[in-house]
């Protein structure tokens, strides 16, 4: 998101498990700031019916969702260009983004979305439909393996919980990037 303030391209991203907002407030941010925003789920769903996953072990599998990421984010930088990525992030991909950033003289901003509420966290999980193609809807068992395998992120980055309303968070967001509200825009 490029403004007065930040004229340098960033990369935006989002990071989290399963139904705590994250692709929410990354195409909430899109929108309001025409950013294209990447997500993994939308790529491997791409994928799938070239059955690509078929013999890949999970280490490839990881390198696969965070590489296809990483390449488009790359094509936003050298076009001067800001990107959102949507997707499960651990911190050496987050060091290797951040890398990918000053690299292109731009910056990287993470935003880590959050359940406090193990509940309310269930409810989003199980009740969402988001109609991707070809790809799966996640069920909880599925996100609590998630959780085990990854750790809670170290790198410097905004934290926000899905228990708040989206605006708030939204707003979180918008202030971390150093963005005005839509309603501040000249």
Request: hydrophobic fraction near 40%; include cysteine.
């Given at each position: 998101?490029?403004n ?37 789920d ?10 690509v ?18 390449s ?15 997707c ?28 406090t ?5 269930r409810?989003r ?5 988001r109609n991707?193609p ?17 750790p ?7 934290t926000?919980?899905a ?20 309603d501040?825009?000249?």
């Open positions: 998101m490029r007065d303030r930040a004229a340098r391209p960033q990369i935006i991203a989002f990071a989290g498990l399963p139904g705590t907002g994250k692709s929410t407030l990354a195409e909430a941010l899109a929108r309001a700031s025409r950013t294209p925003v990447f997500a993994s939308w790529l491997m769903g791409a994928l799938k019916p070239y059955h996953f078929k013999h890949m072990d999970d280490s490839t599998y990881g390198e696969l969702y965070h590489g296809l990421v990483e488009l984010v790359t094509r936003q930088l050298l076009m001067g260009q800001s990107a959102i990525t949507d499960v992030i651990d911190d050496d991909t987050a060091e290797r983004w951040a890398r990918l950033a000053a690299d292109h003289d731009a910056e990287l901003r993470v935003v880590e979305c959050v359940c509420d193990l509940d309310l966290h409810r999980v199980e009740g969402r439909k991707i070809n790809w799966h809807e996640i069920d909880w068992d599925h996100v609590e393996r998630m959780r085990r395998e990854h809670p992120l170290t790198v410097d980055r905004l926000v919980d228990v708040d309303p989206i605006e708030t968070n939204l707003d979180k967001v918008r202030a971390y990037l150093g963005a005005p509200a839509p501040q825009r000249s």
